[in-house]
């Protein structure tokens, strides 16, 4: 995550920024984080074909959703009431996001099989380095795309929620 969003949010959330505005900041910034990822690795490797770039991101968005959902819950810091806090004002903006036509019902239905089966990879008895890989290789198999790609970028995009969901931690005492 840029150093600069970090800041921004610390100081944001020690001025009173509520859950819910918290959320929708992540919300918006999943659509960058992971543009700013695929665009790296399309560099990098200059290998992706253009018509791969749109599933990429669009998987990699539902994993990063999946990944900072993840990363709040295992946070210890936080106590149960604000982990519920944040999963009910989450949950609201997911369903908003996705909106309620037939385009967005199918939208809510593939980022719910996909928190599914993230949190089956997570509850795994296996090391982290497997999980990366199953995370990889899952994304694989719902896009179509090379494992490759996902095995590069699953790491630093995991990593990144964890250092946006940490932004809270600042603010423990929190119950907006």
Same mark, same amino acid.
Request: proline share 1%; aromatic share 12%; with cysteine.
């Given at each position: 995550?840029?150093?600069?969003?970090?800041?921004?949010?610390? $100081?944001?959330?020690?001025? @009173?920024?509520? /859950?819910?505005?918290?959320?929708?900041?992540?919300?918006?910034?999943?659509?960058?984080?992971?543009?700013?990822?695929?665009?790296?690795?399309?560099?990098?490797?200059?290998?992706?074909?253009?018509?791969?770039?749109?599933?990429?991101?669009?998987?990699?968005? /539902?994993?990063?959703? !999946?990944?900072?959902?993840?990363?709040?819950?295992?946070? /210890?810091?936080?106590?149960?009431?604000?982990?519920?806090?944040?999963?009910?004002? !989450?949950?609201?903006?997911?369903?908003?996001?996705?909106?309620?036509?037939?385009? @967005?019902?199918?939208?809510?239905?593939?980022?719910?099989?996909?928190?599914?089966? /993230?949190?089956?990879?997570?509850?795994?008895?296996?090391?982290?380095?497997?999980?990366?890989?199953? !995370?990889?290789?899952?994304?694989?198999?719902?896009?179509?795309?090379?494992?490759?790609? !996902?095995?590069?970028?699953?790491?630093?995009?995991?990593?990144?929620?964890?250092?946006?969901?940490?932004?809270?931690?600042?603010?423990? @005492?929190?119950? $907006?």
């Amino acid at each position: 995550m840029d150093e600069e969003i970090a800041k921004l949010g610390k $100081k944001q959330l020690q001025q @009173g920024l509520t /859950y819910d505005q918290a959320v929708y900041l992540f919300i918006e910034q999943t659509s960058g984080v992971v543009k700013d990822a695929v665009q790296i690795l399309k560099r990098e490797l200059d290998a992706i074909e253009e018509s791969e770039l749109s599933k990429m991101e669009e998987e990699l968005g /539902y994993f990063f959703l !999946f990944a900072l959902d993840y990363w709040w819950q295992m946070d /210890y810091p936080h106590t149960k009431e604000q982990k519920r806090t944040l999963d009910k004002v !989450f949950g609201y903006h997911l369903e908003r996001c996705c909106g309620d036509d037939v385009q @967005g019902q199918a939208m809510w239905d593939a980022l719910q099989e996909r928190f599914i089966a /993230y949190s089956g990879i997570v509850n795994e008895q296996t090391d982290d380095s497997a999980k990366l890989h199953s !995370f990889a290789k899952k994304l694989s198999e719902y896009s179509g795309v090379g494992y490759l790609h !996902f095995a590069i970028l699953v790491p630093s995009l995991f990593k990144t929620a964890l250092d946006t969901i940490s932004v809270l931690k600042s603010d423990k @005492g929190r119950s $907006k």
